[in-house]
């Protein structure tokens, strides 16, 4: 997510949970990655200075460093 003005987002967090990402299956299903993740809900403004409304978003980290940010969708992710 690129944000035209990083000053005017609004950021939710929710609690630390440990979880873990699988490939998909033709990449043979195994464990892509393990660690915390941070479920995080963004609500930036527009070009008009208008909230769009909060989109949900997790950060995932690993060795108390941020390994990835993503949509949820858009990852295999099991929550342990």
Known sequence: ??????ESARYRF???KKAYVNEGLAYGGGVAW???LVDVAVNAKNSFGGYTGAK?????????????VA??????????
């Open 14 to 16: 929710g609690t630390p």
């Open 56 to 68: 949900p978003y997790v950060a995932l980290f690993k060795n108390g460093r941020v390994h990835k």
């Open 34 to 36: 393990y660690g915390w």
């Open 1 to 6: 997510m690129v944000l035209k003005d990083p």
């Open 71 to 80: 949509r949820e969708d858009d990852l295999l992710l099991r929550r342990l």
